[in-house]
């Protein structure tokens, strides 16, 4: 597993709204080329996109639970692996956010992706992280 948190000086519903708009997520971090809906607007259980990133290629990510504004999960699988990303939101009590992204491989394959993707997963991870919370500092919506 692969963890990277953030505090964000955000509250959590401003946080909650940039994460959730993963079609736009291209314009927050260069580890996604591009975000497509495959099956209508809005993140709900269910609905798949098809998210290509620089040196992993693309994917569809299959969203399979949203528990707004707090998090939710999307997972893919191919080639003997599943991976499951997992995108959490909580309130500071002194305010602003703490977000938390996660990533498991689970399959025949996985300890093999852990190794020769680790390192690039986690800077991915990294790279969101900050997008997010320079886009949710800056918002005003």
Not at 21 to 49: H, I, K, M, N, Y
Not at 57 to 69: F, I, L, N, Y
Not at 88 to 102: E, K, M, N, Y
């Amino acid at each position: 597993m692969t963890e990277v948190s953030i505090h964000v000086d955000a509250p959590p519903e401003r946080v909650w709204h940039t994460l959730v708009a993963v079609e736009q997520w291209p314009e927050l971090t260069p580890s996604v080329t591009s975000v497509e809906s495959l099956d209508g607007t809005g993140l709900e259980p269910g609905r798949r996109f098809r998210v290509t990133q620089p040196r992993l290629g693309t994917a569809v990510w299959r969203v399979t639970e949203v528990v707004p504004p707090r998090a939710f999960t999307w997972s893919t699988s191919r080639a003997g692996v599943t991976t499951t990303g997992i995108h959490q939101v909580l309130a500071r009590p002194a305010g602003g956010s703490d977000v938390t992204l996660t990533i498991e491989h689970r399959g025949a394959l996985a300890p093999l992706v852990r190794l020769l993707y680790g390192r690039l997963t986690r800077r991915y991870m990294e790279l969101e992280a900050v997008g997010l919370k320079r886009r949710s500092e800056s918002s005003a919506s």
